[in-house]
């Protein structure tokens, strides 16, 4: 049974960072892409960075520069260093996997639960 668990959402200032996880199993995550995406209240969900299982990294424009997503498949994580948050970051997070390199949603077979990001001051 796939499964993945996100972690390490919370509150922080304008300016901060944290460090999302992704923890999965159930699969050979080698064979798969994994990205990060977030839905915003009233908003759809958005594409922020993906990594292929050939390591080809692509970013959303509004995060390049702060956001860096990696993989340790040895260890089934991924992950989200979000640097540099505004309060427009604020959203649900959530790990995907699927076989295509994109930001669509629609090209993910597989989901988290989410987890929450908040920036306010």
């Known amino acids: 049974q796939v499964q993945l668990v996100e972690s390490g959402g919370g509150s922080v200032q304008p300016g901060g960072a944290l460090r999302l996880s992704c923890a999965f199993s159930g699969y050979n995550t080698r064979d798969f892409n994994m990205a990060w995406f977030r839905q915003a209240p009233g908003k759809e969900r958005e594409g922020v960075a993906v990594i292929g299982f050939t390591w080809w990294i692509r970013y959303a424009d509004s995060v390049k520069g702060r956001f860096e997503i990696s993989r340790d498949n040895a260890k089934n994580t991924l992950h989200l260093q979000m640097n540099g948050l505004k309060p427009e970051d604020t959203a649900m997070y959530y790990c995907?996997?699927?076989?295509?390199?994109?930001?669509?949603?629609?090209?993910?077979?597989?989901w988290g639960q989410g987890t929450q990001v908040t920036v306010s001051s």
């Open positions: 995907a996997a699927g076989p295509h390199s994109t930001l669509s949603a629609l090209d993910y077979n597989y």
